[in-house]
């Protein structure tokens, strides 16, 4: 029988961190270490923060975006100061982060639920394509900016938008975000798509 080298508690803690996004097994006995290191009220309040997770949080019926448990609809839809016939689609809620961090967009936003990957077994039936159309409907909606990220799976779910309404013959301003260079890094460490539709983007001094 092997001997048991770290008491079941902390094992099992080392374990259910490691299944986290990017944490390797190395970096989930840091995190473990460092909780058991910590004060106990610290870790009360990190317990009783993901115990209150799933029952705190829901989705919009409308955006899907997350929203509190205690609300029926997303705050950034109901805003009257909104945009409503204005769109950003996004493939998940925490991009809506990202893009109101800008404080530039005061339009609405929809969330498709993540972007077409075959390969992961992800098609357009199981994206929140269906009630966008509706929105674009019942809103009267004049544009829709696709967000979607800059990835082969993110361009495939543009295209595939672009076509869907157009076979659909639904009359609405399309448009993709601008890429191009992030600033501060120099054209030879580009990658070869950032290129592209930096070119493609280009406008006139």
Do not use: W
């Amino acid at each position: 029988m092997a001997t048991q080298l770290l008491p079941k508690a902390l094992e099992t803690l080392i374990e259910e961190l490691g299944k986290l996004p990017g944490v390797g097994a190395r970096t989930a006995e840091r995190y473990a270490y460092y909780l058991l290191r910590a004060d106990e009220r610290g870790t009360d309040r990190l317990s009783a923060a993901l115990s209150q997770l799933h029952s705190g949080v829901k989705h919009c019926p409308v955006t899907f975006a997350l929203i509190d448990s205690t609300e029926d609809i997303s705050q950034l839809y109901s805003d009257s100061n909104r945009d409503k016939t204005l769109i950003a689609v996004v493939e998940e809620p925490l991009d809506i982060v990202a893009i109101e961090r800008t404080g530039q967009f005061k339009g609405t936003y929809h969330v498709l639920g993540g972007a077409i990957s075959p390969i992961d077994g992800v098609g357009p039936e199981q994206l929140h394509i269906p009630e966008l159309m509706k929105r674009i409907e019942s809103d009267a909606v004049g544009e829709l900016i696709i967000a979607t990220n800059a990835s082969v799976e993110g361009e495939s779910t543009a295209l595939f938008l672009q076509k869907y309404l157009r076979d659909a013959n639904v009359d609405v301003k399309l448009t993709r975000l601008a890429r191009g260079i992030p600033v501060g890094v120099d054209l030879e460490y580009a990658d070869q798509i950032t290129l592209q539709h930096a070119l493609e983007g280009r406008r006139t001094l």
